[in-house]
């Protein structure tokens, strides 16, 4: 079946310092999906990729959706304490109902 | 505006006793309604999902089972629960529209069996 795997499980950085995690899938993808779950919280939608190649920005935040639409990557830059949480991509065969979610990467941030 | 309830918010169960979690949406009509299950640091599992009254799609056998006896209500339950079925159970919704639904997730409810 669908397989998506992020990577990586754990990342601590220092704030100010740059951040990535990546997904993976084990099949071709109609869109991609990334959320954040804070500490104690539940899962918050930030944003959807659904073309070839598609590069989204959202503040410090960059998105990329991969040529072969199989793979996709969160970039922050210069991290701030508020970016502490779970960073899940979640992803979409085509025609498919079910949106298959990545086991999540844990930021958290040394201030 | 749409907004997603979901209770308790925490839940502490004996090994073996009965589980009924609830959810309900406002604000729209006909939504997919979904039931997703993180256990401690790990991803989302998804369990169930709906796209109609009375329409279960069940993504994993076990001790668990989902009902909609309404457009905007989704129930979780078991019979009797096991020390496996503690975790963090989300309830979501989307748009029943294209391919590319977004979910809106509800709060969550902790339950730890004992």
């Known amino acids: 079946g669908q397989q998506v795997m992020q990577i990586p499980q754990y990342q601590h950085v220092q704030e100010g310092e740059d951040f990535t995690t990546y997904c993976n899938s084990s099949?071709?993808?109609?869109?991609i999906q990334w959320y954040k779950q804070r500490p104690g919280g539940h899962p918050v939608f930030l944003i959807q990729l659904v073309k070839s190649g598609e590069v989204k920005k959202q503040k410090r935040l960059t998105f990329q959706f991969g040529e072969a639409k199989k793979n996709s990557s969160l970039h922050i830059t210069a991290t701030q304490t508020t970016d502490v949480g779970t960073y899940f991509c979640?992803?979409?065969?085509?025609?498919?109902?079910?949106?298959?979610f990545g086991q999540g990467t844990r930021l958290t941030i040394n201030p | 505006s749409q907004t997603i309830h979901q209770w308790p918010a925490t839940l502490v169960q004996p090994v073996g006793s009965p589980l009924s979690l609830e959810c309900t949406v406002e604000g729209t009509s006909n939504p997919n309604l979904y039931w997703y299950r993180q256990a401690a640091g790990r991803g989302l599992q998804l369990l169930f999902y709906?796209?109609?009254?009375?329409?279960i799609s069940s993504e994993v056998p076990q001790n668990l089972s989902a009902s909609r006896p309404q457009d905007r209500q989704f129930i979780l339950s078991s019979k009797k629960l096991l020390l496996s079925d503690s975790g963090f159970y989300l309830c979501?919704?989307?748009?029943?529209?294209?391919?590319?639904?977004?979910?809106?997730f509800g709060s969550g409810t902790q339950l730890s069996v004992l």
């Open positions: 709906s796209v109609g009254i009375g329409q």
């Open positions: 979640a992803g979409r065969n085509q025609g498919a109902q079910k949106l298959v």
């Open positions: 099949t071709t993808l109609s869109n």
């Open positions: 979501a919704w989307s748009v029943r529209q294209t391919r590319n639904e977004k979910l809106f």
